[in-house]
């Protein structure tokens, strides 16, 4: 199993640029979550979707856009890049949207935006 | 505003010592606390999650301690080895309208077990 793919692994982009980063999971779970981890700040919740076409904003979503068209896939875009962007980016998928249900993450989008 | 405050930022421990995380939370509608566990250049895993109904689970040398009146939960690794060096992050969620596992995490600590 693959579980949850991330791509790409690594990704500069310059101001004002926009980008998709692409998550993928073949566990046929219905919640999925981005979220972004920086330095002292842990990891904060930016988008997450309860099951296909359907989606919500997290902690810090300004600036960011997802959708949901099919159950594996919850693409996050970046609009218009912006230094304060600059990030690790996981994408998180679980069995159910119950408390309790464990997150499964992927390995993470390293994004610089100079 | 930061709902899990997690202490310490970072930990250094000698190979068999004991690694203690400390973790505080402020929402009492809280009401499943997990640990995760990451190594570099890895997503976090699960390790050991804990309910308010309980005041201590334990799973091989990881110990979960709750303490429901302080609002207090902490992470104890007992016999610590160099390959138990990573980052730890608690974290908390609760029941929302919609029923999502909106789990909220803690600023994490960055453990280093010496040989």
């Known amino acids: 199993n693959a579980g949850v793919t991330q791509t790409p692994k690594f990704q500069v982009l310059k101001t004002g640029q926009s980008m998709t980063l692409q998550c993928a999971q073949d566990?046929?779970?219905?919640?999925m979550s981005w979220y972004r981890q920086d330095p002292g700040m842990g990891l904060r919740l930016i988008h997450y979707?309860?099951?296909?076409?359907?989606?919500d904003q997290g902690e810090v979503p300004n600036g960011y856009n997802v959708s949901r068209s099919t159950t594996e896939d919850f693409p996050l875009r970046l609009l218009s890049a912006a230094p304060s962007q600059t990030s690790v980016y996981f994408c998180?998928?679980?069995?159910?949207?119950?408390?309790?249900?464990?997150?499964?993450f992927g390995n993470g989008t390293r994004l610089t935006v100079t | 505003q930061q709902q899990v405050k997690q202490s310490p930022q970072s930990l250094i421990v000698q190979k068999g010592g004991i690694s203690i995380i400390n973790c505080a939370y402020e929402?009492?509608?809280?009401?499943?606390f997990p640990w995760y566990q990451q190594f570099p250049g890895k997503g976090p895993a699960l390790l050991i999650a804990i309910r308010p109904d309980v005041s201590e689970k334990k799973e091989g040398r990881f110990t979960i301690s709750f303490n429901k009146s302080a609002k207090q939960f902490s992470l104890h690794i007992m016999d610590s080895q160099p390959g138990d060096s990573a980052t730890y992050f608690c974290?908390?969620?609760?029941?929302?309208?919609?029923?999502?596992?909106?789990?909220?995490f803690g600023t994490g600590t960055l453990l280093a077990v010496q040989p």
């Open positions: 566990m046929n779970h219905e919640y």
């Open positions: 974290a908390a969620s609760r029941p929302h309208g919609g029923a999502t596992n909106k789990l909220i």
């Open positions: 998180a998928s679980s069995y159910s949207t119950g408390s309790g249900s464990p997150l499964h």
């Open positions: 929402n009492t509608a809280f009401d499943y």
């Open positions: 979707s309860v099951g296909a076409g359907i989606t």
